[in-house]
């Protein structure tokens, strides 16, 4: 079942006051998200936005370890694609704010990579996809998590970050949106993720 993200305006929570390599990760997913976006259109321009994942990756981390993070990047999406038991919303690029999915997805791969307890990376792995595809998003999402900090960046921790340990399913986590951002009018056009082997390395 393909994945479906949707690059939506603003939500509520600052990109600005993460930790820096929290920072990394939301701007680099969002780039690779608008590759397999532009890519999904037809578009010429899949290219650009996945090396403008590289190199918000290479200026945080280095060029080596920038790499890396790229590479767990695309498998952890691409985990994604394969269990989402819903559509994610992804904001664009120019977005100063996190969507709720943005928060989930931050959320679990700061459990991942700090090594929170199973049930915990578990509960939060399920809020994004099927059961059976748990463990393996949990395995991608401690892979990233280590390229991101290897370098002594900070990812932060998960308290006041996604969905709360034990939060049922249905209940609803984005609140009222904000004015939106002059430059985040984009029409919300939903993305449907093609296999990571069609995407480009």
């Given at each position: 079942?393909?994945m ?21 990760l ?9 590759g ?11 290219e650009?936005?996945?090396?403008s994942?590289?190199n ?9 370890q920038?790499?890396?993070a790229t ?10 694609a394969?269990g989402?038991?819903r ?11 996190l ?6 997805l ?6 991942a990579?700090?090594?929170r307890?199973a049930a915990?990376?578990r509960?939060?792995a ?10 393996p998003?949990?395995i ?18 998960t ?18 949106l ?8 984009d029409e919300?056009v ?12």
């Open positions: 079942m393909p479906v993200f949707s690059l939506l305006p603003a939500s509520h929570s600052p990109l600005g006051s993460l930790p820096r390599a929290a920072q990394a939301i701007v680099g997913l969002r780039g690779w998200v608008a397999w976006r532009a890519t999904a259109r037809g578009d010429a321009g899949a650009a936005q996945w090396e994942t590289w918000t990756f290479a200026a945080s981390l280095g060029p080596s920038g790499r890396v590479g767990t990047l695309a498998a952890f999406v691409a985990a994604l394969v989402a038991r559509p994610l919303v992804v904001r664009p690029a120019c977005c100063a704010r969507s709720s999915d943005e928060r989930a931050l959320a679990l791969v700061q459990c990579a700090l090594r307890s915990e990376c509960a939060r399920i809020w994004l996809v099927r059961g059976e595809h748990a463990q998003l949990i991608h999402a401690s892979d990233l998590g280590q390229a991101l900090t290897a370098t002594g960046l900070e990812i932060g921790a308290a006041a970050l996604g969905p709360p340990f034990g939060t049922p399913l249905e209940a609803p986590l984005e609140a009222p904000e004015a939106p951002l002059e430059a985040c009018q919300a939903p993305l449907v993720v093609p296999p990571l082997s069609e995407a480009g390395d």
